[in-house]
Every structure is written in C-alpha cells, then in structure tokens.
C-alpha cells in the first residue's frame, strides 16, 4: 500500500513552453501533498505544499505564477512549470501525506524535466 | 526552500561492515524524524523514523539513535550491503507536517 505515482517520469521540452507533472496517491486519499525539486548532488527543496481544495502554501524564493499547483482531488496534484527555462531543468518530487497517518509522507518517483 | 543546497558528503565501506550516517537538525522542538534512501533517478524510500520521547529505535539490519541535547540523529546499518549503496537523507517534521532535509550523505559500498 501507499504507492504515489508521478507522470510523466521524464520530459523534454523547448525553452518558453509548459509541462504539466501529476502526482497521484494510488491506494490512499491524501488532503496535502508536497512538491520538491531536487538538483544533482544536492538535498530535496521544497518548493510549495498543496492543499486539496485550496491554495497551495508556496515557500519563500519559489514564484507561484511560475510554478502552478492544482489539487483538484483528494488523490491528484499536478504542477506546471510555465514558460520553462533551461534553468528549470531539475528532478521533480512529489509526496502525499496519508490522512489517516498524519506523520507519514510518501514520496513518487520523481518526474526529471530537461528545457532545451 | 527550507533545505541547504550544498555538496553531497560520501562515506565508503566494505561490503559487510557497520555503517554510521549522521545528521544534524536544526530545531529543538521537532518531534519526529525519518530517515530516507534515495537511489540514483528515484524518489526518497522511508527507512525508519522516531519520535522525540525515543532515543532508539531498531528496525531490520537499520538502528536510529537521537541525542535531542545535541540536536544529532544517526542512522547504523549493519553488515551493509552493495545494495545499500544509495544517497540517505535524515528529515525533520516541522510546523504543517512540512519536512526539512538534511544535507545527504553518499553511501557507497565496496564489494
């Protein structure tokens, strides 16, 4: 149990357009799920904290218009990084949070984005 | 971000010894830590985790020990394994239920 899912695993795409990445808590139901980025070599950042039916929490230094995050379900987020720039490039994390263990956090597989 | 972006330490061992990974955290009123395995192009995998009224904790081949006077928390794996050899994060729970990472050691095992 307690598997979360991120789509796409990897994609490339052309400087200036947008990718969606969904992340999906497959056998639990999830009110808050995470996104992370994660540069080679280095830790997990966290970038903002989304809320099932409300706005996400953004962290300090992370631009919301740029990195948009909808939590329409209580099992799906997506982020879609907006007009994307080589410097987005990164590994993308995400991480669910089960309801019933409010303690335990989840992560997906990460989603590895490269803008060309 | 909460977490510090800065060059991954490594820890190389044989293959069947005892392995130490340390980790500092920052605030003294954390109650609970875990720590994670991330292999390369994966997503962190908990590995075992502790509340602040423990100072141990066992799990199998894996031992936790938190020294909350010191704000230090260390992960020993034993007889580690070439499958062990992986980058592990300690993480601290915050306010929200937010997690803080550490910096990450490198494990890397030699058979």
């Known amino acids: 149990g307690a598997v979360v899912s991120q789509h796409p695993s990897r994609v490339i795409c052309k400087s200036g357009t947008s990718v969606k990445i969904e992340c999906r808590s497959l056998?639990?139901?999830?009110?808050?799920m995470f996104w992370y980025r994660q540069f080679p070599k280095q830790s997990l950042m966290l970038m903002a904290t989304?809320?099932?039916?409300?706005?996400?929490?953004?962290e300090q230094g992370v631009e919301k218009d740029k990195f948009l995050i909808n939590h329409a379900s209580l099992t799906l987020s997506t982020l879609t990084v907006t007009s994307a720039h080589p410097e987005d490039s990164s590994f993308y994390i995400c991480?669910?949070?089960?309801?019933?263990?409010?303690?335990?956090?989840?992560f997906g597989p990460g989603t590895r984005l490269t803008v060309l | 971000g909460e977490s510090v972006g800065l060059h991954l330490p490594t820890l190389s061992v044989q293959e069947g010894d005892n392995s130490i990974i340390n980790c500092a955290y920052s605030?003294?009123?954390?109650?609970?830590f875990i720590w994670y395995k991330q292999e390369s192009g994966k997503g962190p995998q908990f590995i075992i985790d502790?509340?602040?009224?423990?100072d141990k904790r066992q799990g199998q081949r894996v031992t936790v020990l938190l020294n909350k006077t010191v704000k230090h928390l260390s992960l020993q794996i034993a007889a580690t394994q070439p499958g062990d050899s992986a980058v592990y994060f300690c993480?601290?729970?915050?306010?929200?239920?937010?997690?803080?990472f550490g910096q990450g050691t490198e494990l890397s095992v030699k058979p």
């Open positions: 991480s669910a949070r089960d309801l019933d263990r409010l303690d335990t956090q989840y």
């Open positions: 056998d639990f139901q999830a009110t808050t």
């Open positions: 989304s809320n099932e039916g409300s706005k996400a929490t953004y």
């Open positions: 605030n003294s009123a954390s109650d609970y």
């Open positions: 502790i509340r602040s009224n423990m």
């Open positions: 993480a601290e729970k915050s306010q929200g239920g937010k997690l803080i």
